[in-house]
């Protein structure tokens, strides 16, 4: 393509999404650093539709549509005095569509034998019971950046990918999921204790298109996600058993390797012609990011970076004859850093080093010592529903 050609891509692309990052940028139309840079600099700074977010994404600023497309600029132009009479008739704001299309990851949150528990309780217990298990998953999903579209009595639906999107919505979701299934264990603790309830939650997870507009009349308006993935989320939330999560095919694929999940076969349910395929997430594997991923499943040589891989071996050399080192590697998203760090670790390990490797989390912003509590948290392989008696044994063996 030519670059008018990938500039109105991009541009089409931004509008309709409102935020890219530079990195979806370079894989989608496979550009370099300098290609990119021309790039930006047309679209800030000459149409200044967008604006520049901590050198990394494009925030779309512009009310209008993109600027002409190639096939448009090759035509003769008119005088410019009827180009300006032209601009003068248009109107100042334009609409803003009524709904749009979006790949959405839809989470449905259901109390389980909610009408039992509404019968067993008088009604101003039992809507304290609702809203301490509201605000019990609204605590959860918030770090992910999850947005609670409607609280359905007992029930919650969930967005992730709006209004807000980012590049690994699935991943978000589930990790608020299981979240929300830790958080519950503290709040059904406490109902034991204070009422003697016990209760329980089911969860189920989809990814699909969906058109998101606004619903309803006069004063009593929504913004809601309406197609077949809100109904599928709702209906593998029925097929959970109490206190699991439970995902389609669709979004297993894209969380695939960052959770253990058992796979629960096929499900004919009410409303989806085709049967569904349904999984349980059982845990978070020991995998953090992409590369951890695409190490289970084989990786392909390293090429060009000989320079830089030799050295990080000399130091490694260096801390093992006693002289402490410190490597600081730095550059732009996608050029290879962890790749180069995952040959270092590898070569490391073969020596009979111990490797250890602390990350932060985009999820965690908040919590300063949060790769050092992952990290003791993995040590001691700690699983998401050990009692405290059982870390504290693992704890005991470990010291």
């Not at 005088?79 to 704001?93: F, K, M, N």
């Not at 509201?134 to 918030?142: E, H, L, Y």
Request: net charge negative; proline share 4%.
């Amino acid at each position: 393509m030519t670059f008018d050609e990938v500039l109105d891509r991009v541009l089409e692309m931004l509008q309709r999404r409102g935020r890219v990052s530079y990195r979806a940028l370079k894989r989608q139309f496979d550009l370099d650093d300098a290609y990119l840079e021309d790039l930006k600099a047309e679209i800030v700074d000459v149409h200044q539709v967008a604006v520049d977010q901590d050198g990394t994404i494009l925030v779309w600023t512009g009310t209008s549509t993109p600027s002409t497309t190639s096939s448009q600029r090759s035509q003769p132009q008119p005088p410019l005095d009827e180009r300006t009479a032209r601009v003068e008739s248009l109107p100042v704001d334009l609409p803003a569509p009524d709904a749009e299309r979006r790949q959405l990851t839809v989470m449905f949150c259901d109390l389980v034998d909610s009408t039992r528990l509404a019968s067993q309780l008088d009604p101003e217990d039992y809507r304290a019971v609702v809203r301490a298990y509201q605000q019990t998953c609204a605590a959860a999903i918030q770090p992910f950046e999850g947005h609670i579209a409607q609280y359905l009595g007992d029930g919650l639906l969930v967005y992730f990918g709006y209004p807000q999107a980012h590049e690994d919505e699935a991943l978000r979701a589930v990790r608020a999921g299981l979240g929300i299934l830790d958080a519950m264990q503290a709040l059904r603790a406490q109902l034991v204790h204070d009422k003697g309830l016990r209760v329980a939650i089911r969860l189920g997870i989809h990814t699909g298109l969906v058109v998101v507009g606004a619903m309803g009349g006069g004063d009593r308006q929504e913004q809601l996600a309406l197609g077949e993935t809100p109904n599928v989320a709702a209906r593998l939330q029925g097929l959970a058993v109490p206190d699991t999560l439970v995902l389609s095919a669709a979004t297993y694929r894209l969380v695939q390797g960052y959770f253990v999940c058992q796979d629960l076969g096929l499900y004919t349910v009410k409303g989806v012609d085709q049967p569904i395929a349904a999984y349980q997430v059982l845990q978070e594997s020991v995998a953090q990011s992409r590369l951890d991923v695409a190490v289970t499943r084989g990786l392909t040589p390293l090429v060009g970076r000989e320079e830089e891989v030799g050295l990080l071996l000399r130091r490694l050399a260096q801390s093992q004859e006693g002289l402490g080192q410190v490597v600081l590697l730095s550059g732009e998203a996608g050029i290879g850093k962890s790749r180069l760090v995952e040959v270092l670790r590898e070569r490391a390990e073969r020596e009979g080093c111990t490797c250890i490797i602390f990350r932060c989390s985009p999820y965690y912003q908040q919590s300063a010592l949060y790769p050092v509590i992952e990290q003791i948290q993995r040590r001691l392989q700690w699983r998401r529903d050990d009692t405290p008696e059982t870390k504290l044994a693992k704890l005991s063996w470990w010291t």
